[in-house]
């Protein structure tokens, strides 16, 4: 047996997934008829207490998406430096969305609420207006560190008080909550936003899942589309995440 240590994202299906992909129902996930895919999106949309969700071919998709719904042209996001929507996911917020990126420091990977407050920038001509906030959990640059519902809560009222978007990069989530066990639905009623990663510790060959309100998901589906992530039956996909 090799063991390969470069990455999570090694991981591979097992039997038990291969079954569930070849018995899959499936049909045309462009057109919303996939039922397997419709299935997976909402069971994860009810585990977050979230009201839709939207299945991607991978969490880099997931993350763009949510930074094209919660930004524009001159406007920013604020996330700390080494976040992987910043230094891994190919200039997307650049090229995707024409947004500036506000990068900030922090042990283990994380950001404070103060830290936060004072990045956000003045209604002035000079500066892009501040529209997002980005987390991850865990912090892969961090070395896994993890963040807590309380830690995230002061980051929510801060958000809230300026009218900013919190998203959540939680590439690695079902990792933080087998440490935590922290209730999924408050962890869903802190953000606009979550990426769910279902490869990596869960050992899906492919995808991640976007969760959000109704309004946003029916946005991202068109966005995804426009990014070349329409599949058609992904279903035998999204069997093996169920």
Known sequence: MIIDL?????TKPTESMLAAM???EVGDDVFGED??????????AGMFGMEAGLFCPSGTMTNQIAIRLHTSLQTEVICHKYSHIYLYEGGGIMSNSHASVKLLDGPYGKISP??????????????PETTL??????MNKGGGSIYTLEEIKPIKAICEQ???????????FFNAWVETGESLKDWGAMFNTISVCLSKGL????????????TDIKRARKVRKAFGGGMRQAGFLAAAAI
């Open 162 to 172: 300026h009218g900013l978007k919190l998203h959540l990069d939680g590439a690695r």
């Open 6 to 10: 470069r990455s999570d994202t090694l």
């Open 203 to 214: 050992g899906c060959p492919v995808g991640s899942v976007l969760l959000g309100s109704m």
């Open 22 to 24: 070849w018995a899959a």
């Open 114 to 127: 103060q830290d936060i407050l004072d990045s956000i920038n003045p209604d002035d001509v000079h500066a």
């Open 35 to 44: 039922p397997t895919v419709n299935a997976l999106e909402q069971k994860l």
């Open 133 to 138: 906030v980005s987390l991850e959990n865990t």
